[in-house]
């Protein structure tokens, strides 16, 4: 059911400033992260991803580090826009058909983007 | 890319009543997909496994009487939400497995509203 009063916790950032955002997840067993973009009233947009035999990876202006020894995920955003302003969920998956291919997500982060 | 659609995007319904929900994908064939439940602020919650030509598989605490999922074909996995009650009232996202079995794509969700 629903959780009352329960917020997401929100990152305040400067248009053009670099964003950071964190995520611990909790399976040891999890070989395949991802991080998601969810605008108000949309689904989940992915924005990048890495697997367990990497800890770091690069996309355009997003860059997504793995620390395994501590199990947290970060994802950072460079020259932050008004377009990134939107709830950021990471996601943990043991990869391949067999596993199931089930994602489990983390509780999320509002980035609110000042101009 | 490849496209998840939902129909419809938003219903209304009065409380008592079943409300039927549909995915598809639009491009690819997808033998599983899976249904979210996402209350205001929160995460996403996985709710169900849908399987081509075999029962969904549901996760702990989800009601596979309330919750009837089809799937019927290769494209279109339905949620049939029945009885619907206000506590019901969320925002329901489908997904589908992109090839490699670690991607998911998601769909633009359906906003469920129970009077």
């Known amino acids: 059911g629903e959780s009352v009063g329960l917020h997401l916790p929100t990152l305040s950032v400067q248009e053009g400033d670099n964003s950071i955002i964190n995520c611990a997840y909790s399976n040891s067993a999890s070989d395949y992260f991802i991080w998601y973009k969810q605008e108000s009233g949309k689904g989940p947009q992915f924005i990048i991803d890495?697997?367990?035999?990497?800890d770091k990876r690069q996309g355009q202006r997003v860059t997504v580090l793995l620390n395994k020894t501590v199990k947290h995920l970060s994802l950072q955003i460079a020259a932050t826009q008004p377009g990134d302003s939107a709830v950021y969920f990471c996601a943990e998956n043991i990869s391949g058909k067999a596993a199931g291919n089930k994602l489990t997500f983390g509780g999320g982060t509002r980035v609110l983007v000042k101009p | 890319g490849a496209v998840v659609s939902q129909h419809p995007s938003r219903v209304i319904c009065k409380s008592g009543t079943s409300v039927k929900i549909e995915c598809r994908s639009l491009?690819?064939?997808?033998?599983?997909m899976f249904w979210y439940r996402q209350f205001p602020k929160q995460s996403l919650m996985l709710m169900a496994t849908?399987?081509?030509?075999?029962?969904?598989?549901?996760e702990q605490g989800v009601e596979k009487d309330k919750f009837l999922i089809n799937h019927a074909s290769l494209t279109l996995s339905t949620l049939t939400v029945t009885s619907a009650h206000p506590e019901d009232s969320s925002f329901y996202i489908c997904s589908a497995p992109g090839q490699g079995w670690d991607t998911q794509y998601f769909g633009p969700g359906t906003r469920l509203t129970v009077l």
């Open positions: 491009d690819f064939q997808a033998t599983t």
């Open positions: 849908s399987n081509e030509g075999s029962k969904a598989t549901y």
């Open positions: 890495i697997r367990s035999n990497m």
